[in-house]
């Protein structure tokens, strides 16, 4: 039997986001280690509340279809909402749990690592590539192949610490338990001798482009098909185009193209170039501007019919917890309260102090505080408001969350992240989407799913905070970057990035705050 362990550890970084992610942050949302994790994983769901089977579970399945050679090991599974970089001691804890159990695991035969590969961490450059080489420190030289969410940034020393990388290839993300199972067969037929991974990759000084970024629409949909009819045909075992966070602070951060073979290093090599070619050639296709909140919420007054038929979805799209972003701006909300009176409205606003002001008091009292603008006090100012608590709640993922009846508003306060994507962050605390006019949410593509059957027109609304595309901009970089810059040839870069240039020195890490 060949003991294949497997283990996740995933956040999405933020870098522009002040508020550290934490190690209440993973155990407070997902976090399993050893029989508790294989039993998860085995009979679900994964991740309660959001996935029955995912990446581990994916993987288990691939373990199942080799029952009498492979034994799969669980190690440990954390995973916390995006938000700003992990401390150091969330980070090192984290590490440290894993390492000890690799320790105590005996031989280990291969290992399948889940990574987002957007995680930063206070004090340590390029966080996902050192648990990479920590663990290979640890189990040596045997497989390690590592399955990324295509938002991840792909570094030098990433690619040299694992065996082989794989990545979601859709967007927005639903193939979670196949990618599992793609790294897990990896993982496995290599352990066991049948495969020889061999790993070709690109990198572009670019972190905007391929326009709305859907797998499935003009102009990347091309460049997806490609990817998928490569895998299909044998020419490769596992392609990704990683379209990168662009508020991930690695220096080096930029789309990126991986081509894992089966011992075939050129036609790897001979792929990436030609994704990465491809990705290039859509770089000028800009995610499309947003409006701002006073043209959105004419825009909602005015579409009379679809909110009889449903609701307005108005996203935050400055203030995006599943991005990374605080999730207490107060412009939408401020601009919602002002202006889009007589219209019901649900929104919501992270602000733990006001949750903890309002938990003392009891439905129907009414109350006169600031909330929101206290987590980024740099980016936007608490809102006061007059109005009544409706409801208190205790939920999982959000902590203590508090109804506010304001005017025309239905305010759900939280005190975790308010990671809003899903009809059921309303409906579970007593508002039905059916009678709202608008509903916020903070979200930028699950929700579209999510709120199919009662969504009649979706805002996306520029305020301004951590999420705006070009609030990227301020983050220090390696040199040019697309579309800040001008930057003519994305290949002079992606040698310098993958070490072949002799002439151009590697750039320091920049290291978080
Ligand atoms: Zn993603």
New binding site residues.
């Given amino acids: 039997m060949k003991r294949i362990a497997f283990a996740r550890i995933a956040q ?1 970084t933020n870098a522009l986001s002040p508020v550290p992610t934490t190690l209440p942050d993973f155990e407070g949302a997902h976090y399993l280690e050893g029989d508790d994790l294989l039993r998860a994983v085995t009979d679900g769901p994964e991740v309660p509340g959001f996935f029955k089977r995912a990446e581990l579970g994916g993987f288990i399945q691939a373990a199942s279809e080799r029952r009498t050679e492979i034994e799969p090991v669980p190690m440990l599974s954390a995973w916390a909402s995006s938000g700003g970089p992990l401390s150091k001691a969330c980070f090192e804890t984290l590490e440290e749990r894993l390492l000890e159990r690799l320790r105590r695991a005996g031989r280990i035969d291969g290992m399948y690592f889940c990574l ?1 590969g ?1 995680m930063g961490a206070q004090g340590i450059a390029d966080p996902e590539s050192r648990l990479l080489q920590s663990v290979r420190s640890v189990i040596g030289n045997v497989p390690i192949v590592v399955s990324h ?4 940034n792909v570094t030098r020393a990433r690619v040299r610490a694992a065996d082989a990388i794989v990545a ?1 290839q859709t ?1 927005p ?1 639903r193939d979670h338990a196949k990618i599992g199972a793609k790294a897990g067969r990896i993982v496995i037929g290599s352990a066991l001798g049948e495969l020889r991974p061999t790993m070709a990759w690109r990198t572009l000084p670019m972190i905007l482009g391929g326009g709305k970024t859907l797998d499935f629409l003009a102009p990347m949909r091309a460049v997806f098909r490609r990817m998928r009819r490569a895998e299909r045909s044998g020419e490769a075992l596992g392609v990704s185009t990683l379209m990168c ?1 662009p508020w991930n602070d690695d220096p080096a951060l930029g789309w990126s193209t991986v081509v894992v073979t089966n011992n075939d290093m050129a036609g790897a090599e001979r792929l990436a170039d030609e994704l990465a070619e491809q990705c290039w050639e859509r770089r000028h296709e800009q995610p499309p501007a947003f409006p701002t909140a006073r043209e959105a919420i004419a825009e909602a007054r005015a579409a009379k019919l679809r909110r009889r038929l449903g609701c307005v979805v108005m996203s935050d799209a400055s203030d995006v917890v599943t991005a990374g972003a605080p999730g207490d701006s107060t412009h939408l909300l401020r601009a919602l309260l002002a202006d889009a009176g007589g219209l019901i409205t649900y929104c919501a606003v992270r602000d733990p102090h006001a949750v903890a002001k309002l938990w003392t008091n009891e439905p129907g009292d009414r109350v006169a505080l600031a909330i929101g603008g206290t987590l980024d006090p740099a980016r936007s100012t608490p809102l006061p408001v007059v109005g009544n608590v409706v409801s208190k709640h205790e939920q999982h993922g959000f902590g203590k969350t508090v109804v506010l009846a304001v005017e025309h508003m239905r305010i759900v306060i939280t005190e975790g992240p308010s990671m809003v994507m899903r009809p059921s962050f309303y409906k579970d605390v007593g508002l039905s989407p059916w009678k709202a006019d608008i509903v916020m949410v903070k979200n930028f593509f699950p929700f579209l799913m999510f709120f199919l059957p009662y969504n009649r027109k979706t805002l996306f609304v520029r305020t301004s905070g951590t999420t705006d595309f070009d609030a990227a901009f301020q983050l220090q970089f390696d040199g040019p970057m697309h579309p800040r810059d001008v930057v003519d040839d994305w290949r002079p870069r992606d040698r310098m990035r993958r070490g072949l240039d002799a002439a151009a020195p590697i750039a320091e890490p920049v290291l978080h705050a």
């Fill in positions: 999405e987002h957007a969410d295509l938002h991840a979601y967007n993300h966070h």
